[in-house]
T-cell receptor, first 111, second 115 residues
Framework: TQLLEQSPQFLSIQEGENLTVYCNSS?????LQWYRQEPGEGPVLLVT?????EVKKLKRLTFQFGDARKDSSLHITAAQPGDTGLYLC???????????FGSGTQLTVLP | DSGVTQTPKHLITATGQRVTLRCSPR?????VYWYQQSLDQGLQFLIQ???????AKGNILERFSAQQFPDLHSELNLSSLELGDSALYFC??????????????FGEGSWLTVV
């Protein structure tokens, strides 16, 4: 069974601070996705990374896929209250698109 | 709005009962996925259908079953319900990989509470 561990589980920071969320596994994934989920809604895809060492930027969010494709990180610069939500990493293997989700990081950005 | 529609949004039922959750995928998407989200287990993949056929199975209990109909909508049937089945059930859909890549679109979920 492939497992994805996310850390930290909870993170509460002040507006303007930077933060990094980690997603680690002992398994290799063909691709890894990051989602954000808000209360009462389903997860919304932020980014997909497929190449080891790949870095993708989405405004203030920077996503990195580890060289061995076993881990990933999400860095947020100058966090804003609108960034508050549950951040989930999810991996897929081979041609399958069923996802293995991490346990999530609940981020709260205080004004 | 992801384009994936789930009904009902909320459901309260008693232990031992049976419920059916319904999902309409995005227009044109052939793949439908069901996920369960609970506080202790997180988001768990249950089952995937592709154009009416079961494609992959995850952590789905024998008391649960699903199907995808010719019009591509899907239903998840949960029977002999237990308190531990209380969770948020998500349906997701995806289209042709060549066109939409790896993107899977999630609905807003159906909240099931078993009392």
């Amino acid at each position: 069974t492939q497992l994805l561990e996310q850390s930290p589980q909870f993170l509460s920071i002040q507006e303007g601070e930077n933060l990094t969320v980690y997603c680690n596994s002992s398994s290799v994934f063909s691709s890894l996705q990051w989602y954000r989920q808000e209360p009462g809604e389903g997860p919304v895809l932020l980014v997909t990374v497929v190449t080891g060492g790949e870095v993708k930027k989405l405004k203030r969010l920077t996503f990195q896929f580890g060289d061995a494709r076993k881990d990933s990180s999400l860095h947020i610069t100058a966090a804003q209250p609108g960034d508050t939500g549950l951040y989930l990493c999810a991996g897929s293997s081979g041609s399958a698109r069923q996802l293995t989700f991490g346990s999530g990081t609940q981020l709260t950005v205080l004004p | 709005d992801s384009g994936v529609t789930q009904t009902p949004k909320h459901l309260i039922t008693a232990t031992g009962q049976r419920v059916t959750l319904r999902c309409s995928p995005r227009s044109g998407d052939l793949s439908v996925y069901w996920y369960q989200q609970s506080l202790d287990q997180g988001l768990q993949f249950l089952i995937q259908y592709y154009n009416g056929e079961e494609r992959a199975k995850g952590n789905i209990l024998e008391r649960f079953s699903a199907q995808q109909f010719p019009d591509l909508h899907s239903e998840l049937n949960l029977s002999s319900l237990e308190l531990g089945d209380s969770a948020l059930y998500f349906c997701a859909s995806s289209g042709d990989r060549a066109l939409s890549g790896n993107t899977i679109y999630f609905g807003e979920g159906s909240w099931l509470t078993v009392v």
